[in-house]
């Protein structure tokens, strides 16, 4: 059975019965008070989102972005699960607690492709890998399987390149999100950048119009 919960920025969010469940499991429960942009609302009072609504919002631009794609049942819900789960490593203050994790971490028993991989995507892994509420609702193989997809890669390269590549359906939700909780809203930019174009230095205007044409095609890609 599946369930829809209202989203700020995507409207509807499908839930099937499995994402469900997972959503009730004390470590994804846990997001709920991680915020997505950290220390920011000391400046920005609006911006408190957090990790949990984060993976929602990625879950379900990744579910749309595979199924533009062509992919096949399977593989859409394996990605959308981990989109759904690809934060869950975080700690307290998201990415500013980093540091101090990095700072007590072994990467000596880590294998090679392992070692490039930022500190909060390791303990997301093996979260996924050992999480009883999470094994339980999912089972080990394809624990096994949403672990090495975030991670390397598992099966098609573009299932990994959806949830984590150069335009992945992560960047697509918290720049969306992120500007929306801070309240400078896409139309707010366009009408700034014409007034403030005397201020940029000369040779900035190529790569303003680059910027430009990027944030387009990703507002024509999410409109679809």
């Known amino acids: ?3 829809h919960i209202r989203d700020p920025v995507h409207n509807f969010i499908r839930l099937q019965d499995e994402e469900r469940r997972l959503l009730g499991t004390p470590v994804f429960q ?15 009072p609006g911006a408190l989102h957090t990790r949990f609504d984060h993976s ?31 934060d869950v490593g975080h700690g307290p203050f998201s990415h500013v607690s980093e540091y101090a994790l ?14 490039k991989e930022k500190i909060h995507e ?9 999480n ?11 624990c096994d399987e949403i672990a090495k997809l975030l991670a390397t890669g598992y099966g098609e390269t573009a299932l990994r390149q959806v ?15 992120d500007t929306t909780a ?18 940029w230095p000369a040779s900035y205007p190529s790569k303003l119009s680059y910027l430009r044409k990027q944030r387009h095609r990703l507002f024509c890609i999410l409109a679809r």
């Open 122 to 130: 390791l303990v997301s892994a093996l979260i996924i890998r050992n």
């Open 56 to 86: 929602l919002g990625v879950m379900h631009v990744a579910g749309q972005m595979a199924q533009s794609l062509g992919m096949g049942e399977d593989d859409i819900g394996r990605v959308r699960l981990a989109a759904l789960l690809h």
């Open 30 to 44: 846990r997001l709920r008070g991680i915020r997505q942009l950290a220390l920011a609302t000391l400046v920005y």
């Open 102 to 115: 990095e700072r007590y971490a072994d990467r000596t028993t880590l294998q090679p492709e392992q070692k």
């Open 1 to 3: 059975m599946s369930v």
């Open 163 to 177: 949830v984590s590549g150069p335009l992945d359906a992560d960047k697509q939700d918290y720049l969306l999100r």
């Open 132 to 142: 009883a509420d999470i094994v339980l609702n999912l089972g080990q193989a394809k």
């Open 182 to 199: 801070a309240k400078r809203s896409a139309s707010r930019a366009r009408e700034a950048a014409p007034a403030s174009r005397s201020l």
